[in-house]
């Protein structure tokens, strides 16, 4: 939980916190002399919540996470600790595989949900120091079309990611092959079917939700 | 009693076992030898049922290993340490965890897991040893852990997948001695998988050569050594044979 959730953090906010001003910046690019400025807020809010915020923490978290899961797995597979496990009579997929995907499911939207709220208020700070925006007129904006459904669609999106990039680590670690090489090749793989699934997942999900 | 019969076993297109029979009787300790990449380590991994015969079966106690269901394959493991070449020790555990590991899963009471820890590790000379970790320890040492590892569970069977590979020749004579003396001690039955014959003569009571996928060989110590067989003599004594000259030169007799 510490490795998946709390060491994740700097990279999710790092992420979400330049994403917040882009999108800020770019609102009032595309909203100047069409659409009332406040809009900016509702823009940067939805788009933060339901997409940007899961999809991107989603991908860093697939690098890092992904990668590490596949990569300790991986060595674990080829220095025969996973054979040294069954030998004790543990189920490697219990063992190893359940708590990881169980705590990718808890922490991602954890993760997810922290950056989320640092994008929006990233945002926020870029429109009332660079958008000439009152804050009353960004949370206008940011409450205009807001539904409980945003916050909920996202972190559901960031939980099933969650288990999509565990899981492929997981999967890719353990069927780790040869030495140093296969763990390098199926840690690569590890986190190309994670994004591969977050991007599929997220299409899947507007789908299902929206 | 453990024993093959006719075990095929392939990777791909590679044979590693082409009907090897054998039966390693019980209060023994039997060598198996042969070459690098014979299919030693191969043959010990069908024991514990981490890999499946593509024919043939392999009986440990009478129950075929692959017929096993998971309970029972558990119940099973639980009979047999296994020693890892490479002590396949779990970096991210103390001495202490990776011992204890396999002795929590049999439900023990933490004060009978506590005495078994120090029990062992006094077994194998490293008392006091329980808060280090793998990375701190010379390959010895996590050879005499991984060895700790598997008395722990008071096994009947410990199988050595080359236990003196990569070691000095000092430290190799400490685990050869070790070996002896945790079969003295808890009488186990020894399957031991090595090309080091210094060893294999040292622990072994009867030694079998692994050669081309079958058992070429079994026998006492006196047997082997005195044996007239050209491949197993080779071996024995370290001389370079073409495999292929030496088949021809058996097929003109």
Known sequence: MRRLGVDSVPIALFIATFTGIVLSLLSKYIFTGAVPLYFVGALVGKTIMMELGPVLTGLALAGRVGANIAAELGTMRVTEQVDALETLAYNPRSYLVVPRVLAGMLMFPVVTAIAIALGITAGWFTAINLLDLSSLEFIKGLRLFYRFKDIWFGLVKAASFGVAVTLAGCLQGLATRGGAEGVGRNTTRAVVIGCEAILVLDAFWALMLL | ?253
Do not use: C, W
């Not at chain 2, 392939?10 to 390693?24: Q, T």
């Not at chain 2, 202490?96 to 396999?102: D, E, K």
């Not at chain 2, 072994?204 to 050209?230: C, F, K, N, S, W």
């Open chain 2, 1 to 253: 009693m453990i024993r093959f019969t006719g075990v095929d076993k392939a990777f791909g297109a590679k044979v590693v076992l082409a009907g090897m029979s054998l039966d390693i009787p019980d209060g023994q300790t039997t060598v198996i030898i042969g070459f690098s990449g014979s299919g030693k380590s191969v043959a010990l991994k069908h024991i514990v049922g981490l890999l499946v015969p593509d024919a043939g079966t392999v009986e440990v106690d009478g129950q075929i290993v692959s017929e096993l269901e998971a309970r029972q394959l558990d119940a099973m493991r639980g009979q047999i340490g296994y020693v890892f070449q490479f002590a396949a020790l779990f970096d991210s555990m103390s001495v202490a965890g990776n011992i204890r590991l396999g002795l929590a899963r049999r439900g023990l009471a933490e004060e009978e897991i506590q005495e078994r820890i120090r029990e062992s590790l006094r077994l194998v000379d490293l008392p006091g040893a329980e808060e280090r970790y793998p990375a701190e320890l010379s390959g010895g040492m996590r050879k005499r852990v991984g060895l700790a590892r598997a008395i722990a569970l008071r096994p009947r069977y410990i199988l050595y997948d080359e236990p003196t590979t990569g070691l000095d020749p000092v430290t190799s004579a400490v685990i050869d001695e070790l070996m002896v003396r945790v079969r003295k001690e808890l009488g186990t039955t020894g399957v031991v998988v090595t090309h080091d014959m210094r060893s294999a003569y040292t622990v072994g009571d009867r030694i079998a050569m692994l050669y081309q996928g079958r058992i070429r060989q079994v026998g006492t110590i006196e047997e082997i050594r005195h044996t007239d067989d050209p491949v197993v003599r080779n071996f024995i004594e370290g001389r370079p044979f073409d495999p292929d000259r030496l088949e021809a030169q058996e097929a003109g007799r």
